[in-house]
């Protein structure tokens, strides 16, 4: 397990990676502080700034405004099958898109799951790049 923090147009953004697929990233801040929280969630990843060049690249130009599909092949074995369905789901929300809790929940095989997909939701590993900012309140 493998972990880098890279400076973006926003702050310092890091991520840890498992044989080639992303398991967490961490939104832009502090430099020490993204470093404290991957290490305080992943104590035993090692920090090599070499992993997922691709996904790098992907993030820099994120923070720089640009339009973004990512590429990168993700791990989310670890998560309960639910929430795995739900944030596979929405990761294939269209950018430019959005959808509502209650549609995703639809689309995951649940339409009384709304408020479980809102905890998917806020408990995603993987933000931006997998967009939970695309679901919204039905009221949007």
């Not at 791990?75 to 898109?97: H, M, N, T």
């Amino acid at each position: 397990m493998q972990y880098h923090v890279i400076e973006t147009e926003w702050g310092f953004f890091g991520f840890v990676e498992s044989k080639r697929k992303l398991l967490a990233t961490f939104l832009p801040a502090g430099q020490q502080a993204v470093r404290r929280a991957i290490r305080a969630k992943f104590p035993s990843a090692i920090e090599d700034e070499s992993v997922l060049p691709d996904f790098q690249d992907e993030v820099r130009k994120y923070f720089r405004g640009q339009a973004v599909n990512f590429s990168v092949s993700v791990d989310l074995s670890a998560l309960p099958s639910f929430r795995r369905k739900v944030l596979e789901a929405c990761r294939r929300i269209p950018l430019g898109q959005v959808v509502t809790y209650g549609e995703l929940a639809k689309r995951v095989g649940d339409a009384q799951a709304a408020r479980a997909v809102g905890s998917a939701m806020a408990n995603n590993p993987l933000t931006i790049v997998i967009p939970c900012h695309r679901v919204v309140l039905s009221d949007y």
